[in-house]
Structures are given as C-alpha cells and as structure tokens.
Nanobody, 122 residues
Framework: QVQLVESGGGSVQAGDSLRLSCAAS????????MGWFRQALGREREFVSL????????YYADSVKGRFTISRDNVENRVWLQMNSLKPEDTAVYYC???????????????WGQGTQVTVSS
C-alpha cells in the first residue's frame, strides 16, 4: 500500500520560511518522479514543483521560482520543499504526489498524500 505523508506546514508571517517533508512508503521510491502541488481555498489544485527520480531534473511553477527548492533522498525515501520568502498568496494546502513520467500534469500523478496546510499572513 502506497503512503505519502506530508509534514512541516504551519502558520507564518510573510517573508518567513518553511520546509515541507514528504515520507514515502510502499513504492520503489527511486523510480518515481515526485511532485508538490497546492490548493488554495476555492481554487483548483496547481503544480508547484517536481523532481525527477534521479534528482537531476527539477521544475518549478513561475510563481515560486527562485523562492522554493525541491530535493529528495532516495535512501530515506523522502522529498522536501524548502519555501523561502513566503507570501500570503502561497497560502494553501500542499500535497506531495508521485508518478513515473516527468510531468507537471496533475492528472498524471498516481499517488497523493493527505496534504499539509500552509498559512502565510501579511
């Protein structure tokens, strides 16, 4: 049974940092592209970042480029999202997801975590 468990969310002030973590189990982690998505209240879930199985290729949404950094450890079966210079518009539930191909398409991701809330106040 595949499980993705996110942690590290919270309530912070604009300009602060948070580091999200996603622990994976029940899958061959090193074979999967891992992604982070977010969903703000009343909006569709949107792509934030992804990292290839090897960690070599990384992609970011334009809205977070230069502020967020994705990384992974294929021994610990974890993926992280370091979020710096947070803005109120980053407020959302953040989801970890796994897929085989390198794709930013939400529909291509097979496995999802339950999400962790990030709230940024001005």
């Amino acid at each position: 049974q595949v499980q993705l468990v996110e942690s590290g969310g919270g309530s912070v002030q604009a300009g602060d940092s948070l580091r999200l973590s996603c622990a994976a189990s029940g899958l061959t982690f090193s074979s999967f592209t891992m992604g982070w998505f977010r969903q703000a209240l009343g909006r569709e879930r949107e792509f934030v970042s992804l990292i290839s199985w090897s960690g070599v290729h990384k992609y970011y949404a334009d809205s977070v480029k230069g502020r967020f950094t994705i990384s992974r450890d294929n021994v610990e079966n974890r993926v992280w999202l370091q979020m710096n210079s947070l803005k109120p518009e980053d407020t959302a539930v953040y989801y970890c997801a796994a897929t085989i191909p390198e794709t930013t398409s939400r529909k291509e991701f097979d496995y999802w975590g339950q999400g962790t809330q990030v709230t940024v106040s001005s």
